[in-house]
């Protein structure tokens, strides 16, 4: 039978271990689009990585309101370990807007979710991955 000590040493190398790799576990991420305004509307979206397409799509998006949004889910948009960013384009009402994203939940149970909210003409907000 293992002692007390020789116990806690293995615990402690298996935790460090975890830790380490969960750093550098790859995950993927969802997109969800969120219409909040009261009326139809078209949006554009691309995810590049280092200059290269990962992800692009237009979407036709039903009418919402800011309490009950319309909701639009794209599962695994993009793949990568914690850290690992990207440059996003939202083309809505014919103006562009950019921002960065960059993946906080790799080490989650939870999926990496960039949440994208058009409120109007100018008014498009980015959201951070909730972890849970």
Not at 51 to 54: C, W
Not at 70 to 75: A, C, D, F, L
Not at 114 to 120: A, K, P, Q, S, V
């Given at each position: 039978m293992?002692?007390?000590r020789q116990l806690l040493s293995a615990c402690g190398v298996a935790s460090l271990?975890?830790?380490?790799?969960?750093a550098h576990t790859a995950t993927t991420g969802d997109l969800i689009l969120l219409n909040r305004m009261e009326e139809q509307?078209?949006?554009t979206v691309e995810i590049e990585q280092d200059?290269?397409?990962?992800f692009a799509d237009t979407y036709e998006i039903d009418?919402?309101?800011r309490p009950e949004p319309?909701?639009?889910?794209?599962?695994d948009v993009f793949e990568g370990t914690n850290g690992t960013s990207y440059s996003v384009s939202v083309t809505h009402m014919g103006h562009?807007?950019?921002?960065?994203?960059s993946i906080s939940c790799a080490d989650r149970e939870t999926a990496d979710v960039?949440?994208?909210?058009?409120?109007?003409e100018h008014d498009v907000e980015r959201e951070r991955s909730r972890c849970g």
């Open positions: 293992p002692t007390r271990s975890a830790g380490c790799l969960s509307t078209a949006a200059g290269e397409s990962v009418a919402g309101t319309t909701e639009v889910v794209e599962p562009e807007h950019e921002f960065g994203y960039l949440y994208i909210e058009l409120y109007g």
